[in-house]
C-alpha cells in the first residue's frame, strides 16, 4: 500500500519539482510559489530560494529608467531596467511592483494579472524593456524592485540579489512618480539628486478657477530647501533663451524650462531616502478672463550632494485654467 501510494505521489513531486526549478529561471511574482506578496520591498525576496542575504555574494545594483516620471493620467510610459554587479555573469532576473497603474510585458518579461506586478521569463539576460500603463486617478505613484544575478551553478547559494536605492541591502526604497490631475501636463525632465532621486513635480488638483490648486514637489532630500516657481514663458527668460542647461555652472542634465515670475520658498517634509515632500495649495481666482490662460512651473531644490552647483530640478507643468 504504501509502495502504491509513492507511486502515486511520484507524478505530483515531479510537477511541483520542475514547477520549482522553472520558478527560478523564468521568474517568479509577488504571491506566487508561496513567495510573499511584498516580495520586492522586504525580506526573505529572493534570499527564500537564493543566498538568504542581500548582496551575499556581490554588491547588486539596480537601475530603473521611466521615459517620464511626471505622468498624464492613463498615459503609456517605457520603462528601462538593468541589473549588475555580483556574480560575473550576465544571468539575471528582477521583480518590480507598482502602487497604481499597470505593467505592460515586453520582451522576456511577463506580469500579473492586474499588471500590478512585472517579472522576467527567462534568466539569459541583465536588462530588460517593458511598458507602464498610468492610472486614471492623480497623484503619488510608488515602484518598488528586487534584482537577481545568478553564477549558473545550478545551486540556491553563489547568487547575489538587491534592492533598488542607493543601498541594496535596504527593501523599500520606491522609485517615485506623479500623475497628475486634468488641465496640468508635464513637459521637460528633471535630474538627479541625493541617492539618484530626481524631483518630481505634480498637480493633485487642476487648476480650476475659483477652486484651490495643489501641487506636490515628490522625491526629495528631507528638509531640503526647495522653490517652486511660476512663469510665463517656456523659451525666453528675459535675453536668456529656454531651456538653459545648467551644466556649465556645475548641474549636468539640469535645466531651467520657464521663466521666473513669482518665487515661493517650500521646505520637504517626510522621512527616508528620497522620501522628502513639498506641497502647496494656490486659491486660484474667480476671474473668467483667465480661462483657457497657462502658467508654467518648475520646482528647484537645494541639494548640496547632487552636483557642483548643489542644485537639482524637477520637470515643468504647464498648468491651464479652466
Known amino acids: 500500500m504504501k509502495f502504491r501510494l509513492a507511486l502515486a505521489l511520484l507524478p505530483l513531486a515531479t510537477v511541483a519539482t520542475t514547477t520549482l526549478v522553472m520558478s527560478r529561471s523564468s521568474g517568479v511574482l509577488p504571491g506566487e510559489f508561496l513567495v510573499p506578496p511584498n516580495l520586492t520591498s522586504s525580506l526573505p525576496a529572493c534570499g527564500q530560494c537564493h543566498d538568504p542575504l542581500p548582496n551575499a555574494n556581490g554588491r547588486v545594483k539596480v537601475t530603473v529608467v521611466p521615459s517620464a516620471r511626471s505622468l498624464v493620467a492613463g498615459s503609456p510610459v517605457t520603462v528601462q531596467v538593468k541589473v549588475s554587479g555580483g556574480p560575473a555573469t550576465s544571468s539575471a532576473g528582477f521583480a518590480m511592483e507598482t502602487s497604481a497603474g499597470s505593467f505592460v510585458a515586453g520582451t522576456n518579461s511577463r506580469t500579473t494579472t492586474s499588471g500590478d506586478a512585472i517579472t522576467h521569463t ?3 539576460g541583465d536588462s530588460w524593456s517593458f511598458g507602464f500603463q498610468a492610472p486614471l486617478t492623480p497623484g503619488l505613484v510608488t515602484w518598488t524592485v528586487v534584482g537577481q544575478k545568478a553564477d549558473l551553478d545550478l545551486s540556491s547559494t553563489g547568487d547575489s540579489f538587491g534592492y533598488y536605492g542607493p543601498n541594496s541591502d535596504n527593501p523599500g526604497v520606491p522609485l517615485r512618480l506623479f500623475v497628475n490631475a486634468t488641465g496640468a501636463v508635464p513637459f521637460g525632465s528633471g535630474c538627479a539628486g541625493s541617492d539618484e532621486h530626481v524631483p518630481v513635480l505634480g498637480a493633485t488638483t487642476g487648476p480650476a478657477l475659483g477652486q484651490p490648486f495643489t501641487l506636490n514637489v ?3 532630500p528631507v528638509g531640503a530647501p526647495t522653490f517652486l516657481v511660476l512663469g510665463d514663458s517656456t523659451t525666453t527668460f528675459g535675453s536668456i533663451a529656454l531651456p538653459l542647461d545648467l551644466a556649465i555652472i556645475g548641474a549636468p542634465g539640469c535645466s ?21 515632500v513639498a506641497g502647496v495649495t494656490l486659491g486660484l481666482p474667480s476671474d473668467p478672463s483667465l480661462r483657457g490662460k497657462a502658467v508654467q512651473l518648475q520646482a528647484f531644490v537645494v541639494d548640496a550632494a547632487a552636483n557642483g552647483l548643489g542644485i537639482t530640478v524637477s520637470n515643468g507643468l504647464t498648468a491651464t485654467f479652466f
Do not use: E, I, M, Y
Request: charged residues 10%.
Open 256 to 276: 531651467v524650462r520657464t521663466n521666473h515670475l513669482v518665487v515661493l520658498p517650500l521646505t520637504a517634509a517626510g522621512q527616508g531616502s528620497g522620501g522628502g
Open 218 to 220: 515628490c522625491a526629495l
Open 122 to 124: 527567462d534568466k539569459f
